[in-house]
């Protein structure tokens, strides 16, 4: 793992903030892990991959979409080999993390899993293998091809709520409308900071569209309208787990650029319930 001994995201803040709203600011910062290719899969260290064969228990059934067909296996996650303890959520201490989803291959892209559709959450999937649980390599099943295998390391990265985050506008509701939290000059250069592809664990997404913890809350509670005050508070309770962006490198293009998001209220992950998560997907 990889470390940068100045947080970058500090020194934004103070640049473009008043100090005392800068200080406030970087207080809703989260820690994350940072997944990237491993530029020599022989030496780095390799905590994870896109794409390739999964691994799974020998009784355990390959996901399936009923009436749909079979997921397609994602992305794959040692826990042993993460740096979790620098996180803020509890990610297992060992075994292995499996992301499944239904990306568009047996149906061209018919079907889609949607946060505020519960018929289609099966539609994606988190499996959590514990590490004394034997595991063999599975084949895909038929129609399904699988993503390029692409080895990544990690490295400890901190990260910035989105700017409608429902933890920023809890801190700065009082604030006026041209509050320089969401002036374009810091969000510009909050921008050109979060370029980049960006597979993650932990921390805050990276939306591509809004702020995907509504989208999660608003599904968690039965689809009320979007006015609904018990979305923002809902929104509060849910937390990322993984981020999977489009990436090149394993042939992944989620709908246009996009990103694939799990996310989990705390208390599902400290007890490992992770037929919890909520999925939602967002593209340009």
Same mark, same amino acid.
């Given at each position: 793992?990889?470390?940068?001994?100045?947080?970058? %995201?500090?020194?934004?803040?103070?640049?473009?903030?008043? =100090?005392?709203?800068?200080?406030r600011w970087i207080g809703l910062l989260r820690p994350s892990l940072r997944l990237e290719k491993a530029a020599d899969p022989g030496t780095a260290q390799v905590v994870g991959r896109l794409g390739g064969l999964p691994e799974l228990p020998e009784g355990e059934e390959w996901?399936?979409?009923?009436?749909? =067909?079979?997921?397609?296996?994602?992305?794959?996650?040692?826990?042993?080999?993460?740096?979790?303890?620098?996180?803020?959520?509890? %990610?297992p201490a060992d075994g292995t993390l499996a992301f499944f989803y239904f990306d568009g291959q047996l149906d061209d892209g018919t079907a889609l899993v949607m946060p505020d559709e519960p018929d289609t959450w099966a539609g994606a999937r988190v499996l959590y293998i514990p590490a004394d649980v034997p595991v063999t390599a599975r084949a895909t099943p038929e129609g399904i091809e699988p993503y390029p295998e692409v080895s990544l390391t990690v490295r400890l990265e901190t990260t910035a709520p989105y700017h409608w985050h429902p933890a920023v506008q809890r801190e700065f509701a009082s604030g006026p409308d041209d509050h320089p939290v969401w002036g374009?000059?810091?969000?510009?250069? %909050?921008?050109?900071?979060?370029? =980049?592809?960006?597979?993650?664990?932990?921390?805050?997404?990276?939306?591509?569209?809004?702020?995907?913890?509504?989208?999660?809350?608003?599904?968690?509670?039965?689809?009320?309208?979007? =006015?609904?005050?018990?979305?923002?508070?809902?929104?509060?309770?849910?937390?990322?787990?993984a981020q999977i962006d489009t990436d090149n490198d394993a042939d992944m293009m989620w709908g246009d650029a996009g990103a694939l998001y799990w996310l989990i209220r705390p208390e599902d992950l400290a007890e490992r319930r992770?037929?919890?998560?909520?999925?939602?997907?967002?593209?340009g």
């Open positions: 793992m990889t470390q940068s001994t100045v947080d970058p %995201l500090h020194a934004l803040a103070h640049a473009h903030l008043p =100090g005392d709203i800068a200080e996901p399936t979409w009923e009436g749909h =067909g079979p997921l397609t296996f994602v992305a794959s996650f040692d826990c042993a080999e993460l740096p979790s303890a620098a996180l803020d959520i509890t %990610l374009d000059e810091f969000q510009e250069a %909050l921008w050109d900071h979060s370029r =980049g592809t960006e597979h993650r664990l932990g921390g805050h997404a990276n939306p591509v569209q809004d702020a995907v913890e509504f989208e999660v809350a608003r599904g968690a509670l039965d689809s009320p309208p979007w =006015g609904d005050p018990r979305i923002k508070e809902e929104a509060l309770r849910w937390a990322l787990l992770f037929d919890r998560t909520m999925f939602t997907w967002q593209c």
